[in-house]
């Protein structure tokens, strides 16, 4: 696999997006997971499609050959976050409600694309589930893009992060500009769920973002810790999919969310076990 | 801004939540160095108050001070301490140390695009020690007891100096045994740091001796007096008319002279 990986490009487009995305997506997921925003994924997710399937609608009728289906999936996605944003504060008693709108309006606007480009060829179906040779350079060097400008705002912004996810009510009353991060926030959510998609597929995108996290935080210490975790355990995932799938010739993308899904009943059984050893320090638990 | 001023004036406040009033005409001074307890029951319009003053909700009708700066302009939040009720505000699944969770009230302070450094880490330990939970620092938050988790919140809020400190019901969900202890906490931070308080509860027997000054509210403000007062206000309304308390040796010297 190795010689493989020198010899062919499309293998190392592959191997290194998903390096990428195993380290953004679990790193945004924990805050995503801890917020219990954990829909909003799924819910870009497929608006993000709907982008997509716009985008190759344009490229069959129009013949609009250089068009990147990433940019517009990213562009419907961040359309699709603020939408969220803003049905959440006109629905402020029914906030859940924000995203089965937004999931099916994504899916009806996708459905009507596709019938509209008469079907699609297998393009579409490498979206869905994503798809490992389907990964050309020019998308993995938006990829990266978006990635060091995700990775800079959560290094930059961690503290108010962090006091956003933690207390809400208390980062309004110590004068954070709550609203202004909670958008950036949102942005790097719809970015970051569009840049994964590639290999992962549209539909299973936010079982990277949660999962990892998932196991991450029945283990660590600590919310530090609980990033660190899930970004090892998001990376362990996508190396050990890639992998997989490989040798004996597995769907990747599938692959990826079924070690992840491993990976988080190895956890809950471990978190099992410590629980019969005896308290320490007498401290609740 | 000068520190003469008390620490919070309000001034002919009325809130309405969309026709119904919640506060009407609200005046209150909290002094410098004082323990005041708001206590009113439920829906009375104790919380609406504590948003406006924290800023939260925009002042429709009359006007907030905070250290003699109209509330529009205060830009000093850091010098408020907020210490909520624990229940409505906080996921005991956070997978956040007792350090972090401290290190939060600090993110004002050290302001946006600037990262922590010794001193700031200093302070954290600092806090943690004064509210007695050094040897938690490390453990998540949701692994303490309800008492302890409320003192990780005081500790928050006393890390960035505050010079105010405002607690909406802080003892729901402690139990009966650590209230004491936690109320007795106050009490010091009051007198020996002299920061002021203001205490939000419907319980205003645990603090009674503890706090200086009482405000009672539904609505309407209808006590606003030091503690001594408010007992005597207390006493007449539960037996229907004024009540002169008088003291064992006042009654001693009555009996001397009857004998």
């Known amino acids: 696999m190795i010689h493989d990986l020198f010899q062919y490009e499309f293998l190392q487009n592959a191997f290194i997006t998903g390096m990428i995305i195993g380290i953004i997506a679990p790193l945004l997921g ?5 917020r219990r925003l954990s829909l909003i994924a799924d819910a870009l997710s497929h608006v993000t499609l709907a982008g997509i399937a716009a985008s190759l609608l ?69 979206y869905l589930f994503g798809s490992v040779s389907a990964v050309s350079r020019a ?70 973002m949660t999962l ?62 410590s629980f019969n050893k005896p308290v320490k320090n007498g401290v609740k638990s | 801004m000068d520190d003469n001023r008390p620490v919070i004036e309000v001034t002919g406040l009325t809130y309405r939540y969309e026709k119904e009033n919640v506060l009407e005409d609200i005046h209150l001074t909290v ?19 504590l948003k406006l003053i924290l800023g939260l909700l925009r002042v429709q009708e009359g006007k907030i001070r905070l250290f003699g700066e109209d509330i529009n302009r205060f830009k000093d939040w850091q010098r408020i301490g907020f210490v909520s009720q624990k229940a409505n505000s906080f996921n005991t699944g956070f997978p956040a140390t007792v350090y972090e969770v401290v290190a939060s009230g600090l993110t004002k302070k050290i302001g ?59 003892t729901v969900g402690v139990d009966a045994e650590n209230v004491r202890s936690f109320y007795e906490m106050l009490e010091e931070l009051n007198k020996e740091r002299g920061i002021t308080l203001l205490l939000v509860t419907h319980d205003i027997g645990a603090v009674s001796d503890q706090v200086s000054h009482v405000v009672c509210l539904n609505k309407y403000l209808f006590f606003h007096g030091n503690s001594d007062e408010f007992k005597l206000h207390e006493m007449s309304h539960l037996f229907g008319h004024d009540v002169h308390p008088l003291s064992h040796e006042h009654l001693e010297k009555e009996f001397s002279h009857d004998s």
């Open chain 1, 30 to 34: 924990v805050f995503i997971v801890v």
């Open chain 1, 58 to 126: 344009l490229e069959k009728k129009l013949l609009l050959v250089g068009l990147n289906p990433l940019y517009l999936g990213m562009t419907f996605s961040v359309v699709g976050a603020l939408f969220i944003e803003k049905l959440r504060a006109v629905y402020k008693h029914f906030q859940e409600l924000a995203i089965p709108i937004i999931l099916s309006g994504g899916i009806g606007l996708a459905v009507i694309f596709i019938s509209l480009a008469d079907g699609f060829n297998t393009d579409l179906f490498s």
């Open chain 1, 139 to 208: 998308d993995l060097y938006t990829i990266l893009v978006i990635s060091l400008f995700v990775v800079g705002i959560i290094f930059l912004l961690y503290k108010e992060l962090f006091i956003l996810s933690f207390d809400e009510e208390h980062a309004k009353a110590s004068g954070i500009a709550v609203k202004r991060i909670h958008f950036i926030f949102i942005i790097m959510v719809a970015l970051v769920i569009a840049a994964s998609m590639r290999v992962v597929g549209i539909l299973l995108v936010s079982s990277l």
């Open chain 1, 212 to 273: 990892p996290v998932a196991a991450s935080i029945r283990i660590a210490k600590g919310f530090k810790q609980t990033i660190l975790y899930s970004v090892l355990l998001g990376e362990a995932s996508v190396l050990g999919g890639l992998v997989l799938s490989y040798y004996i010739d597995l769907a990747p993308g599938g692959t990826i969310v079924m070690i992840a899904v491993l990976i988080l009943i190895v956890t809950m059984f471990l978190k099992k076990l």
């Open chain 2, 31 to 49: 002094p410098t160095g004082s323990f005041l307890a708001v206590v009113g029951p439920n829906g009375s319009g104790k919380s609406t108050l």
């Open chain 2, 112 to 170: 946006l695009f600037k990262f922590m450094k010794q001193e700031h880490q200093l302070k954290i330990k600092e806090a943690i020690r004064s509210v007695g939970l050094s040897n938690y620092m490390y453990q998540n938050i949701g692994e303490l007891s309800g008492g302890q988790q409320q003192r990780v919140f005081i500790a928050r809020a006393l890390v960035s100096d505050p010079n105010l400190l405002i607690l909406d019901e802080p």
